[in-house]
């Protein structure tokens, strides 16, 4: 499971563990959305700095392996 925050960082949980795995570090604005990929080796995140995260989570990284700008607003 992850949790978006507005100081912009993600929470992520192994929910049967009930542990937090990872802060994930990147936006500098609340995030408003989050997804998994189906295969949930990846986590997609949205926020209100108008730019979309993709984080691998099977790499073990905390920053970004890419983000997508464009948008004129947030996201």
């Given at each position: 499971?992850?949790c978006?925050?507005?100081?912009?960082?993600?929470?992520?949980?192994?929910?049967?563990e009930?542990?937090?795995?990872?802060?994930?570090?990147?936006?500098?604005?609340?995030?408003?959305?989050?997804?998994?990929?189906?295969?949930?080796?990846?986590?997609?995140?949205a926020?209100d700095?108008?730019?979309?995260?993709?984080?691998?989570?099977?790499?073990?990284?905390?920053?970004?392996?890419?983000?997508?700008?464009?948008?004129?607003?947030?996201?």
């Amino acid at each position: 499971m992850a949790c978006g925050a507005l100081d912009g960082q993600v929470a992520v949980f192994d929910v049967a563990e009930g542990k937090r795995l990872h802060s994930l570090e990147g936006h500098s604005m609340a995030v408003r959305s989050l997804c998994f990929s189906p295969d949930s080796t990846l986590l997609l995140t949205a926020s209100d700095d108008k730019s979309v995260k993709v984080f691998d989570m099977k790499g073990g990284s905390n920053s970004p392996m890419a983000t997508v700008y464009g948008h004129s607003a947030w996201v």
